[in-house]
């Protein structure tokens, strides 16, 4: 299993929600208003009058066999919306309870 930690900006949360919906993936965790920069080509999101745009944050668990589909969901969007953001990390989990 993997931990997966999404972090879009919050105009493609409909997008976002057709990946998990076409692959499945039911469980997750969201954090609104998340702040911070990492796109080359994209504006920072903090949430100001100069920056407005503000992140969501996404936590999953995925099994080790949608994990690849699932990144490859999201790299396709990132492509087409490259300056929004998004960007997906993945941890281990040794043990969930």
């Known amino acids: 299993m993997k931990l997966v930690m ?3 900006n919050q105009a493609l949360e409909d997008e ?3 990946i998990f919906d ?3 993936i039911r469980g997750f ?3 609104n208003d998340v702040y911070g920069q990492g796109s080359d080509k994209g504006e920072p999101h903090f949430g100001t009058h100069i920056w407005p745009d503000v992140n969501t944050m996404i936590l999953t668990v995925i099994p080790d066999e949608k ?3 699932f990144l ?3 790299k396709f969007l990132n492509n ?3 300056e929004e953001g998004i960007h997906a990390f993945t941890l281990n989990v ?3 309870v």
């Open 6 to 8: 999404l972090i879009f």
């Open 16 to 18: 976002v929600m057709k």
């Open 22 to 24: 076409k692959l499945n």
């Open 29 to 31: 965790t969201q954090i």
């Open 67 to 69: 994990v690849e589909d």
């Open 72 to 74: 490859s969901e999201v």
């Open 80 to 82: 087409r919306f490259e």
């Open 94 to 96: 040794e043990r969930m």
